[in-house]
């Protein structure tokens, strides 16, 4: 599932590699399919990097993301998997996702998944 997820997404080059910069990304309208009731799950997800080389584009992001509009995965998964998909193409210095998905009955549920680079 994610290496064809995976492909979706495109890179671009760091115009300033040799400067520590934070990219936040905001995505308020994530959505994906919760594996037990088959009911749509909503959130926001806000993805804040450091690149290092690459970047990755808004455009493949966006479809990459509506991908998942028709997955079944629960919270944890999905947000981790978007992490190790996002890190797989733009190998950065730093990456954290924060995945905050509206209640469900009566529960709200944040996930945050963080990966830094080992030198």
Known sequence: ????????????????????YTIETI?????????KTGQPDFGTLTISYVPDRLCFELKSLKMYLQLYRNHGSFYEHVTNTILDDLVAVT???SMKIVAAFTPRGGIRTNVIAEFTATK
């Open 27 to 35: 995505c308020p309208e994530f959505t994906s399919l919760c594996p």
């Open 1 to 20: 599932m994610t290496t064809n997820f995976r492909d979706t997404l495109e890179t671009f080059e760091n115009q300033f590699p040799d400067r520590n």
């Open 91 to 93: 190998k950065p210095r």
